[in-house]
Antibody, heavy 123, light 110 residues
C-alpha cells in the first residue's frame, strides 16, 4: 500500500517561513510526479505546486508563485514545500499527493494522498 | 487558464436517491476531468479519472460522463457513507506551463 505522510505544520506568524515534508514509502518514489494541494477552513481544494518525477520541472499556483518552493530528494523518498512570506490566507491543511501515472506523462490525476498537515498563520 | 465551475454547491438527498453533480470547463478539455471525494479529517480520494474511468476499489454506484466542456458525476444510490464534499479537477498545460484547477466543491448530505 502506498504511504504518504506530511509533517512540519504548525502555527507561524505572518511574514515568517515554514518547511513541510512528505515522507513516502512502498512505491518507486523517483518514478512519480508529486503535488501539494491545500484546503483552507471552510474552503475548497486548491492546487499549490507540482514537481516532475526527476525534479526537472516545477510549476506553482498563482497565489503562491514567488513565495513557495517545491523540491524533492529521491534518495530519501521525501518531498518538500518551502513556504516563505506566509500570509493569513495560507492557513490550511496541506496535502501531498502522487500522480497515478508514472514519469510525468501528462495525466494529472492524483491517486494517493497523505492525511495532511495543518499550517496556521497567525500573530 | 482553464476554469472549472461546479454545481450545485450543496445538496441534500435521501438514502437510495440518485445524485448528480455537474462541472463546466471554460474551454475544451477533452476528457481530462477527474472527480474526488473528501471527508473531514481524511485524505481526499480519487473516484473517477479522465471523465468516466472508475478508480480501482471504488464502488460501482459512482460514475462519470461527459467530454469537452460539460461533465457529470453521479451516485446511483446514495449511501450514508457517501456524505462528503465532492470536487472536480481539470488542468491547463498549454504555453509550457501547468496549472491544476479544482471546482468549488459540492457538499452532499443526507
Amino acid at each position: 500500500q502506498v504511504h504518504l505522510v506530511e509533517s512540519g505544520g504548525g502555527v507561524v506568524q505572518p511574514g515568517r517561513s515554514l518547511r513541510l515534508s512528505c515522507a513516502a514509502s512502498t512505491f518507486t518514489f523517483s518514478a512519480y510526479g508529486l503535488h501539494w494541494v491545500r484546503r483552507a477552513p471552510g474552503k475548497g481544494l486548491e492546487w499549490v505546486a507540482v514537481i516532475w518525477y526527476d525534479g526537472s520541472k516545477k510549476y506553482y499556483g498563482d497565489s503562491v508563485k514567488g513565495r513557495f518552493t517545491i523540491s524533492r530528494d529521491n534518495s530519501k523518498n521525501t518531498l518538500f514545500l518551502e513556504m516563505n512570506s506566509l500570509r493569513a490566507e495560507d492557513t490550511a491543511v496541506y496535502y501531498c499527493a502522487r500522480e497515478r501515472t508514472p514519469y510525468s506523462t501528462g495525466f494529472y490525476y492524483l491517486d494517493y494522498w497523505g492525511p495532511g498537515t495543518l499550517v496556521t498563520v497567525s500573530s | 487558464d482553464v476554469q472549472v465551475t461546479q454545481s450545485p454547491s450543496s445538496l441534500s438527498a435521501s438514502v437510495g436517491d440518485r445524485v448528480t453533480i455537474t462541472c463546466q470547463a471554460s474551454q475544451d478539455i477533452y476528457s481530462s476531468l477527474n472527480w474526488y471525494q473528501h471527508k473531514p479529517g481524511r485524505a481526499p480520494q480519487l473516484l473517477i479519472y479522465d471523465a468516466y474511468n472508475l478508480e480501482t476499489g471504488v464502488p460501482s454506484r459512482f460514475s462519470g460522463s461527459g467530454s469537452g466542456t460539460h461533465f457529470t458525476f453521479a451516485i446511483s444510490s446514495l449511501q450514508p457513507e457517501d456524505v462528503a464534499t465532492y470536487f472536480c479537477q481539470g488542468h491547463d498545460d498549454t504555453d509550457d506551463t501547468l496549472l491544476l484547477t479544482f471546482g468549488g466543491g459540492t457538499m452532499v448530505d443526507i
